[in-house]
């Protein structure tokens, strides 16, 4: 047996078995922590963002099919359901955080929420923007576990719906300090509450890099953004025209 | 760290069971996350083992959604035709999600609640 005979054997064999899609999955998310580390927590350099740009780059160099990437890469996938249960702890912890302010944080939440619904959909409406690129933006603005199972319920792209997650909550984490600015927003819980509304997870990182407060209400705000859309965004879509 | 993990497959079992059988547009994890959510609020604490697991699972929730994410290869051409649209309706939209959220509580807070 040759010697390239012999590594086109181990190739045919790794890129067959849940190894090599694992591997490529998990070393690419570790370079994107350390470049997320270097640039010193720059939300430009999300960590996710890089993880799916560097996985999607080689399984394209090597003209690997996505579906058997994704065969052994469901290992990891599978945890997410798992993950989106282990969500009730933090939100168990960010409770304590509402203290009598129940009712302007469920507004404020819903408000944001129906915005974000509504000038997604209408502005790639205006655009016009095909419905399978624009109604995975229902859930944009929910955590990506949470919105992956929403759009799975409305018959949107979960992958696009991942998509749209992450760069919403790249691009929330760097406008929401412009936006909240611009508003004369000084209160530290305000201004965390709204960036958790608006870019979840993301947002919710960044939050707590500003202050303990501001991070707490962030948290509060992904987690009820998460489970009130879950309840309610398929609901409405049933009675959506 | 196992019964963490026990905890969580049976709050998330229980919730496909109920997403199955009663509530089918709800997500059953999410079903699962509002059982668990119910048992925290009444035992009052959230046992060692659980918040280990938990712990580890949001510290590294971004790593588990890249499979999927990484089907955006499937959109290339979509993708490339309207990129930039695309781009722009998320940036609008985030902008105006977190400034009506954060209008609403300004609006609303008591005076007391101000800085």
């Given at each position: 047996m040759t010697e390239s005979a012999s590594i086109l054997d181990v190739w045919v064999y790794l890129s067959g078995s849940p190894l090599f899609a694992l591997f490529i999955t998990l070393g690419a998310y570790q370079l994107g922590l350390l470049a997320y580390q270097r640039?010193?927590?720059?939300?430009?350099?999300?960590?996710?963002?890089i993880a799916v740009l560097l996985v999607a780059g080689v399984i394209q160099a090597l003209d690997m099919p996505y579906a058997t990437y994704f065969t052994g890469a469901q290992f990891v996938h599978f945890l997410l359901g798992s993950a989106t249960v282990a969500l009730a702890v933090p939100i168990y912890r960010g409770l304590g955080a509402i203290r009598g302010r129940a009712l302007p944080l469920l507004l404020?939440?819903?408000?944001?929420?129906?915005?974000?619904?509504?000038?997604?959909?209408?502005?790639?409406?205006?655009?016009?923007?095909?419905?399978?690129?624009?109604?995975?933006?229902?859930?944009?603005?929910?955590?990506a576990p949470i919105a992956m199972g929403i759009a799975d319920r409305v018959g949107a792209s979960p992958t696009l719906t991942a998509v749209?997650?992450?760069?919403?909550?790249?691009?929330?984490?760097?406008?929401?300090?412009?936006?909240?600015?611009?508003?004369?927003?000084?209160s530290a819980w305000q201004r965390g509450f709204a960036i958790g509304v608006g870019a979840h997870g993301i947002g919710t990182s960044r939050a707590f890099g500003i202050s303990a407060e501001?991070?707490?209400?962030?948290?509060?705000?992904?987690?009820?953004?998460?489970?009130?859309?879950?309840?309610?965004?398929?609901?409405?879509?049933?009675l959506a025209p | 760290m196992i019964a963490g993990l026990v905890q969580i497959l049976l709050f998330q079992s229980l919730g496909e069971l109920i997403s199955k059988a009663l509530l089918p547009?709800?997500?059953?994890?999410?079903?699962g996350l509002a059982l668990l959510l119910a048992w925290l609020m009444l035992r009052r604490s959230v046992p060692p083992t659980l918040a280990l697991v938990a712990d580890g699972?949001?510290?590294?929730?971004?790593?588990?959604?890249?499979?999927?994410?990484?089907g955006v290869v499937g959109y290339l051409p979509e993708l490339r035709a309207h990129g930039?649209?695309?781009?722009?309706?998320?940036?609008?939209?985030?902008?105006a999600t977190i400034a009506a959220s954060a209008w609403v509580l300004k609006l609303l807070s008591r005076p007391e609640d101000k800085p």
């Open positions: 640039s010193g927590h720059s939300p430009l350099a999300n960590p996710v963002a404020s939440l819903s408000a944001g929420g129906a915005v974000s619904i509504v000038s997604a959909l209408g502005i790639a409406w205006w655009l016009g923007i095909e419905r399978k690129l624009a109604l995975p933006m229902l859930a944009k603005s929910v955590t749209y997650a992450v760069i919403t909550g790249v691009l929330g984490s760097i406008l929401a300090r412009w936006v909240l600015d611009w508003l004369g927003m000084k501001c991070g707490a209400y962030a948290s509060l705000a992904m987690g009820a953004h998460g489970v009130l859309g879950a309840f309610l965004i398929p609901a409405l879509y049933r | 547009t709800l997500p059953g994890p999410v079903i699972f949001s510290r590294y929730l971004g790593l588990l959604f890249v499979p999927a994410a990484v930039l649209a695309l781009l722009a309706v998320l940036l609008v939209s985030v902008a």
